[in-house]
């Protein structure tokens, strides 16, 4: 009886340090591997305003994002969204904590560059007179 109980007792043990470890490898995972749906969430919400056209016929304040954006180095986005660029962005440390910023890099390096930008028609319209027959 006392044996068995002991078994059952190791058992018990056992098993549930088998799952404490896995959790402990799963959040371990989940820091190492940024959620790109949070990553998208504030992109959309913090960085969208400027860096994405609303309309096609809009403008963009600030330069298209993409995975070549600041050469592709994850480091270099984060420090760049953390504390922006002087005269010209905000930095988000304020509103974004370190794993939230990891997020939006990592949404960012699954953007593809914008295609370039279509030739702009001249200025000369089909009824104006040319000089240089």
Known sequence: MIRSAGIILFTVGAVSAAFA???AKQAV???AKPDLTVGRQ????????CHTKPLITSGRFGPALSKESLGGQADVMAEVIGNG???????????????QIRAVVAYIQTLDPP???????????SGERRDDN
């Open 21 to 23: 470890q896995g959790a």
């Open 29 to 31: 995972a989940s820091a």
């Open 42 to 49: 504030h992109f959309e919400q913090s960085c969208g305003v």
């Open 85 to 99: 660029v002087p005269l010209r962005m905000p930095g988000f440390k304020h509103q974004l904590n370190n794993d």
């Open 115 to 125: 295609p370039p930008e279509a030739a702009k028609p001249t200025a000369r319209t």
